[in-house]
Nanobody
Framework: QAQLVESGGGSVPAGGSLRLSCVASYIYSRHCMAWFRQVPGKEREGVAAIHTAGGYPFYTDSVKGRFTLSQDNDKNTLYLQMNSLKPEDTAMYYC??????????????????WGQGTQVTVSS
């Protein structure tokens, strides 16, 4: 059974940092792995994505230069290092996976598997 488990969320002041982790079970090879976020009442937004085979990560414009995506294939773990956090980064962050490739990498409708989410709150 495919499973994604997120951790690392929390509350930080503006300008602070957090590192999110996503441990994947049974689905790590030949998948595109991504982080999404969602605020109540708004659509789920793609934040960053990368293929498990490597290559360039994809980032949404609002996080470029502040967030860094990385992965440890030995641990089947995806990381999102978030620096210079802003109040507008406050959201529930979800890990997701889709089979084969990173086509439509930041489109939530393209993803097959989802974690339960971890809350990130940034205070001003």
């Amino acid at each position: 059974q495919a499973q994604l488990v997120e951790s690392g969320g929390g509350s930080v002041p503006a300008g602070g940092s957090l590192r999110l982790s996503c441990v994947a079970s049974y689905i790590y090879s030949r998948h595109c792995m991504a982080w999404f976020r969602q605020v109540p009442g708004k659509e789920r937004e793609g934040v960053a994505a990368i293929h498990t085979a490597g290559g360039y990560p994809f980032y949404t414009d609002s996080v470029k230069g502040r967030f860094t995506l990385s992965q440890d294939n030995d641990k089947n773990t995806l990381y999102l290092q978030m620096n210079s956090l802003k109040p507008e980064d406050t959201a529930m962050y979800y890990c997701a996976a889709k089979r084969i490739d990173c086509f439509r990498a930041l489109d939530p409708n393209a993803y097959d598997y989802w974690g339960q989410g971890t809350q990130v709150t940034v205070s001003s």
